[in-house]
Nanobody, 115 residues
Framework: QVQLVESGGGLVQAGGSLTLSCAASGIADDLNPIGWYRQAPGQQRVLVAN??????NYRNSVRGRFTISRGSAKNTVYLQMLSLKPEDTGVYFC??????????WGQGTQVTVSS
């Protein structure tokens, strides 16, 4: 059974920082792409950042503030978030695609940025 487990969310003041971590288990293939989505209350889930074939992609609103990176362990990914803004608030979900088309999601971790 494939599982993606996120950690690192929390409550932070505007201008603060957090680093999210995601580790996948139960899968031998490299997840590609692998990345992070955010869902704010009452809004659709949107892509924040991902890594696809070694290239990083960022949502315009986070470019320059967030950095996504793969860990040294297989199928781990991090999201370093700096200069956080209240509009960054939401549940952050780790996401990964397995070759062949299966898509996997983590359970989500809450990030709340207070003004």
């Amino acid at each position: 059974q494939v599982q993606l487990v996120e950690s690192g969310g929390g409550l932070v003041q505007a201008g603060g920082s957090l680093t999210l971590s995601c580790a996948a288990s139960g899968i031998a293939d490299d997840l590609n792409p692998i990345g992070w989505y955010r869902q704010a209350p009452g809004q659709q889930r949107v892509l924040v950042a991902n890594i696809f074939d070694g290239h990083t992609n960022y949502r315009n609103s986070v470019r320059g503030r967030f950095t996504i990176s793969r860990g040294s362990a297989k199928n781990t990914v991090y999201l370093q978030m700096l200069s956080l803004k209240p509009e960054d608030t939401g549940v952050y979900f780790c996401n990964g695609y397995q070759p062949g088309g299966d898509v996997y999601w983590g359970q989500g971790t809450q990030v709340t940025v207070s003004s």
